[in-house]
């Protein structure tokens, strides 16, 4: 069985950083998609980074310059590290993966909570 298990999240003050872990159990996802999306109160989860095998990596243009999105292979385990966060970086994150030829992403984490005050 697939399993995201996501960690990392917490309470933070703007301005200040945190790192999101994501480790994968079940299956290895080498050559495949990784990637995170958050979920704010009220609002569609949307996109935030993914991660590809021999490509650069994804960002969307709120989190550009801010937030880095890398993985460790060996330990089938994607991290976004957070700098800079905003109040508007408060939500829901969440790992997903997809198998490489897919359009959707088949596996989800459970998410945690990030939340920055002002």
């Known amino acids: 069985q697939v399993q995201l298990v996501e960690s990392g999240g917490g309470l933070v003050q703007a301005g200040g950083s945190l790192r999101l872990s994501c480790a994968a159990s079940?299956?290895?996802?080498?050559?495949?998609?990784m990637a995170w999306f958050r979920q704010a109160p009220g609002k569609e989860r949307e996109f935030v980074a993914r991660?590809?095998?021999?490509?650069?990596?994804l960002y969307a243009d709120s989190v550009k310059g801010r937030f880095t999105i890398f993985r460790e292979y060996a330990k089938n385990t994607v991290y976004l590290q957070m700098n800079s966060l905003k109040p508007e970086d408060t939500a829901v994150y969440y790992c997903?993966?997809?198998?490489?030829?897919?359009?959707?992403?088949?596996?989800w984490g459970q998410g945690t909570q990030v939340t920055v005050s002002s």
């Open positions: 991660s590809r095998w021999s490509f650069s990596p």
């Open positions: 997903a993966a997809r198998q490489i030829g897919l359009n959707e992403y088949n596996y």
């Open positions: 079940g299956r290895t996802f080498s050559n495949d998609d």
